[in-house]
C-alpha cells in the first residue's frame, strides 16, 4: 500500500477482522488517530501550517500531507488536521502555542469518529450505493476529500488511491455506515 | 432531484447535502431597541413568497457547512445563480431577462 497518499497514517487496524474480504472489494477498520478540528482566518494560515508540519490546503476538497501528517480541507476556513494516535500532545501544544496571539479555534476530535478504509475495483460501485457523487478520476481526483451524506448519515470520504478510500463517520453512525456498505456489497458475492 | 452549485466547494451537488433557510438579503435592523414592534415584526416574519424569481439562503450543512444565496426560479426550480454571502444581491430582473423569462 506504499503508493498510497498518507499509508504512513491511515493504516488498517490490526487488531481488527476485516469487516469484508473479497477478490473486488474489502473492507477494513482503519487504527485510531490523532484528529483535530481547526479553524482560523488567513493571517494564522502559514503559522498553523507550519507548526502542524503539513501545509493548510486553501483550494475547495484539497489535501496536503507530510510525514505522518496530512490536513484536510473542510471550508474556507476549516481544516481537519490527522496525526499518529501518540502524537496529540506534541502537535496539539505546538499549534496553540504558535497562534497563541491570533483568533483560532482548535478542538481534538479524535474520539468523534472512526475510519474505514474501502478498497478494490468495485470500490467506487460500492460507495455510489450510497452516495450521490462522481467518484470518476476526472472529477474526483486522488487526494480529493469531501464531506457528504452516506445514505442518511454524514460521512466524510477522503480518495487516497485510484480504488482506496477513507471513509470517516462519527462513531454512533459506524455501524449503520459499515453495515449497509458490507450488505451493498454482498450483492457482488451473489454474482 | 436538484443539483445545486457550491460556491464555496465548487462542486455540484445532491440537494440532500444542502438545506433551504429561505429568502435572502433581510437585514437585522441596526439598532433593535429603536425599532417598533410593527418593524420588528416586519424583519421577523414578513418574507415576499415570490412566485417566479427569487434569492434565497442556502446552507452546505453536509459539506462545508457554509451559507452561500442562489438565485431561483420557485415555479420550475431552474437555479439562475449561486453566490457567496456577503456578495451584494444580483439584479433580479435581468437575470430573468437572461434566462429568457
Known sequence: MSELLASDLITPDA????????????????????????????????????????ELPLSPLSNSTAAKRAALWMGPDEWTLLAPEDDLRTVFDGIEEKLSAQPHALVDISDRSEAVIVSGDKAVWLLNTGIFIDFSLELFPVGTVTRTLFHKAPVMIWRTGPDTFVVEAWVSFMEYVAGLLVQSAGELEAA | MLLIYCPYCQVERAETEFACRGEAHIARPADPSQTTDEEWVEFLYMRDNTKGIAAERWRHIHGCGRFFNAVRDTVSDNFLKFYKAGEPKPDLEALAKEAGK
Do not use: M, V, W
Open chain 1, 15 to 54: 487488531g481488527e477482522t476485516p469487516l469484508l474480504s473479497l477478490p473486488s472489494i474489502s473492507i477494513l477498520k482503519a487504527a485510531p488517530l490523532t484528529r483535530l478540528s481547526l479553524r482560523c482566518r488567513e493571517a494564522a494560515q502559514k503559522d498553523a501550517g507550519a507548526a502542524f508540519g503539513a
